[in-house]
């Protein structure tokens, strides 16, 4: 320690830890920014089964806060999401981060593994599943529907191409295994409770061993019946804090994610801020390196939630977006320390 403050990275950190290219060449490592004694009890303070993170890492706005400058200028997009991980992930306070990536395509083993080599042994990646298992129609490159996707649903399709691979690589390093479910429209909308019976049957016919969460965009979902069937199925809902969906606190009520007795992990995403789009809150917020609206409310009740669960045993996964509240670090720090307040 110099300066009051902590040393990231020890000398003899191996170079798989600080970096790969997708061709598995080493890359310069990004330096992370010193932590700080306060940031390092904050993190400290927290409960072991509490893992905070943010969705993915490759954001040059993070300079300053996740990211130490090189030459005087932040590192590029690109370098971050082939070399930032080791640093990120060197920070006390993330303990996990969203693998995004994965919902446009299938990593291989191989990939998975490279990311697994360059976090400690106590981090966990929160893992999206692809949308080619979870979205009912093949969409253009507008998002516009084009046909009826026929692997929508297809549950050796995903056990083959995402989750054995995902297993795998990532080994000790596998938190959830998140399938989002995007808005699935009028059609299958039109029988809700059918709906949730094919869902929970498609997750209860995966492998068995990894935690598996599902995540929704239709209101019409969140119900009771819907955590019971999840449940029956071997899996968990993943609380959505979005604009479409339900407040925080109403969700976990319905899915009885609060209930004494409850063993199930809690797993969340704060996604968007209330009353906002996705691409207006990402124009008014970019570069996201401050807090540009707090949205307390949300924060509060993930709080309430995480030091309830924690002290109940259960494990809990919260991840947080830049268009939560315009900066996903800051977000996770006040989040940590709203948990802290009470704990």
């Known amino acids: 320690m110099s300066g009051g403050q902590l040393s990231l990275f020890d000398d003899d950190v191996p170079d798989s830890r600080r970096g790969a290219s997708r061709s598995g ?16 009890a904050l993190a400290a303070a927290l409960p072991s089964g509490i893992h905070l993170g943010t969705s993915s890492w490759s954001f040059p706005g993070w300079t ?27 920070c006390p306070l993330f ?12 990593l ?3 990939e ?23 979205d009912p129609v093949i969409r253009g490159g507008t998002g516009g529907a084009m046909r009826d996707n026929p692997t929508f649903l297809d549950a050796h399709a995903a056990a083959t191409t995402f989750v054995q691979p995902a297993m795998a690589g990532l080994g000790a390093t596998a938190g959830p295994l998140v399938f ?32 598996y969460a599902a995540e929704f965009r239709d209101p019409e979902l969140v119900t009771a019946a819907c955590g019971v069937a999840l449940a029956d199925a071997g899996a968990v809902p993943c609380l959505a804090i979005h604009a479409r969906m339900p407040p925080t606190t109403a969700q976990a009520t319905t899915f009885e994610l609060d209930r004494p007795g409850c ?17 207006e809150a990402r124009a008014d917020y970019f570069p996201f390196d401050r807090l540009v609206e707090e949205d307390g409310s949300s924060r509060t009740a993930l709080a309430g939630l995480a030091r309830r ?20 670090p800051l977000s996770v720090r006040r989040l940590a320390e709203a948990i802290r307040a009470h704990v």
């Open 112 to 134: 998975f593994a490279r990311y697994a080599a360059q976090v400690p042994a106590s981090f966990r990646f929160v893992v999206k599943a692809p949308s080619a298992f979870t």
């Open 309 to 328: 669960c924690a002290a109940a045993g259960r494990d809990v996964f919260i991840t947080i977006n830049n268009k939560a509240e315009g900066s996903a």
């Open 25 to 40: 060449r080493p890359v310069a490592a990004v330096e992370p920014v010193p932590i700080g004694d306060d940031l390092a």
């Open 263 to 279: 063993t199930w992990p809690l797993v969340a995403r704060w996604n968007l801020h209330a009353g906002r789009g996705y691409e």
């Open 64 to 90: 300053g806060l996740v990211y130490a400058a090189r030459d005087g200028r932040a590192e590029s997009e690109q370098r971050l999401a082939r070399a930032g991980l080791p640093a990120y992930a060197a």
């Open 108 to 110: 291989s083993h191989d």
């Open 95 to 106: 303990r996990t981060v969203s693998l995004d990536r994965t919902f446009y395509a299938p």
């Open 180 to 211: 989002q479910f995007p808005p699935l429209g009028r059609r299958l909308l039109a029988t809700p409770a059918r709906v949730v019976t094919r869902i929970a049957a498609f997750l209860g016919s995966l492998p068995r061993g990894p935690l």
